[in-house]
Each structure stands twice: as C-alpha cells, then as structure tokens.
C-alpha cells in the first residue's frame, strides 16, 4: 500500500507539468520517447542476461507496450484537447476498467457497467457544458484509450506476478523496452521537429522520465502485486484529486470549480454505482 501512496503523491504533479511546460510546446511524440529512454536506462544495468527467461521477457515487452507505450500516446495527445483538470477527472475511469478487463479474463458481464458509463459521460457532459466541442469529446475519448491501456497493463503484470513470481531485479527493464519499440515506432512515423527550447522543458522531460516514469511505474506496478483488486481500484482515483489539487492551487486558479465538483460527483457516482454492484455480486 505504501508504494502506491507514494507513487501517487510523485505523480500529482506530473499532470501540470506536462500540461503547463510540455503540451503544445514541445512535441508529443518526442517526449514520449525521451521519458521512456530514459526510464529504460534507469533499469538496464540490472539485466542478468543468462538468467533471462523467455517466458518472463516477452510478456513483459507486451505489458510495457501497451501500459506505457500505447498509454502515453494517447495520454500526450490528450492535452492538446482538453486542460489538465479535464484530463485529470476523465481518468477517474480507470477502476472500472480494471474491473471490466479482470470480468473478462473470468468471462462475465453485467449491463450496470453500461449504466455506468452512461452516468459518466453525463459528467462529463457537465463539466464543459457550454463548450462541447468535437476535440472536447475526441479528447474524451483519447484519455478513455490512455486509461484503458494503463488499466490493461496493471491486470496483466498483476497476472503475470502470481503465475510466475517475482523473477530478477532486472526483469523490470524489459517493460521499458517493450515501450521504447512502440513510441520510438511512432516518433518515427508521426514526429516533428519541435523540440525542449528551455533549461525547464529538458528538466521536466527529464524529471519524468527517471522520477515519474523510471522509478514511478516500477513502484506502482510493484505496489499492485502486493493488494487486492478493490485496493487498487481506490488508489487510481486517489490520483485525481491528488492531481486536481496541486493543479489549482499552484497553476489554474481560475478554472471553474464548481462544474469540476459537480461533473467530478456525477462521474464518481457512477463508479460508487459500479462498486456497489461488484461488491453485492461477490457476496453471493
């Protein structure tokens, strides 16, 4: 529990900082690779090459890929649509979705995740009323890709913890360079030479790089093997406020707080409905 918590406290401020130093400023693309390159070296120097197994290795390239890679694509792209508040409350979203992955893996469905989601796109709705543009709802649904892909990503390293145990210190690396392929593929393929232009552009990149993602994903995935379901579900929401926090008082003392509270108390509403389910249907 406490990795979480401390990962959570490391990465309220990594939403503002992208968002104020990062988005629209330095390609996205680019800083997707440099965070994760530098996250991947952070861990390569633990690699015990003749102690790699193979079938650690290759799920571990797969988990990195879309938890990160795939993941920060969508998450980057996301600020050039929407503020940091409205990024921050649409990732309330992700419990439901660790729910959902976790009742497919066990082949199961119920229509209140779909009574769910409905209330949430009500508060979304709400939160920028007067403004529902098509990037606001494609934002929307750019961050819903970043959450399911982070979501996916937890389930299965989870999955892959209890199979096959905790392996070596350095297997974690290969979780990196599964990423490194996937954004070092779409730099190449959609980036532009819009680079850091500031001593604090670089510091950030590399601030989140080595912090937030070298040391952060390691923590919280590591962090995740250690509780249950419902746990974990709770501390991807206590990002949000969290991050909503640190954003407000120090960078957006302006936005509109009433329409996050009450946009923010639909959307949560909708996962208490969510919970409140799941919780009555393990009783039986």
């Known amino acids: 529990m406490q990795y979480l918590i401390g ?12 968002g104020v130093y990062l988005a629209g400023q330095v390609d996205s693309y680019f800083a997707v690779l440099t965070r994760i390159t530098l996250a991947s070296l952070v861990f390569l120097p633990f690699i015990r090459w003749r102690r790699v197994q193979v079938g650690r290795v290759l ?32 990732t309330i979203f992700t419990p439901l979705y660790v729910t959902l992955i976790y009742d497919a893996l066990s082949r ?24 529902l543009t098509q990037d606001y709802w494609l934002g929307f649904a750019v961050v819903q890709g970043s959450n399911v892909c982070f979501a996916a990503g937890q389930v299965a390293y ?17 979780f990196y360079l599964g990423a490194l392929v996937v954004a ?11 680079y850091p232009g500031t001593a604090v552009q670089w510091g ?44 407000v008082l120090i960078w957006n003392k302006e936005a509109s707080l009433w329409r996050l509270l009450l946009g923010g108390l639909v959307i949560a509403g909708s996962l208490w409905l969510n919970e409140a389910f799941t919780s009555r249907r393990a009783e039986k």
Not at 158 to 174: I, N, Q, S, T
């Open 59 to 90: 799920p571990l390239l797969g988990i990195g890929a879309v938890q990160l890679g795939l993941m920060y694509i969508f998450y980057y792209r996301s600020f050039l649509l929407l503020t940091v508040p409205e990024v921050l409350v649409f």
């Open 108 to 131: 199961r469905f119920s229509p209140w995740y779909l009574v769910s989601a409905v209330l949430a796109v009500l508060g979304a709705a709400i939160i920028r009323y007067d403004e």
């Open 158 to 174: 989870k999955y892959l913890r209890e199979r096959k145990g905790p392996g070596e210190r350095g297997d974690f690396a290969f």
């Open 7 to 18: 990962v959570t406290l490391l990465w309220a401020f990594s939403f503002s900082l992208i």
């Open 184 to 194: 070092l593929t779409a730099w190449l393929v959609w980036g532009q030479p819009v």
């Open 204 to 247: 950030v990149l590399v601030w989140l790089g080595i912090g937030a993602s070298g040391l952060g994903y390691f923590l919280w995935n590591l962090g995740a093997t250690k509780v249950n379901a419902g746990t974990l579900a709770i501390m991807n929401n206590a990002l949000v406020p969290a991050g909503l926090l640190v954003n």
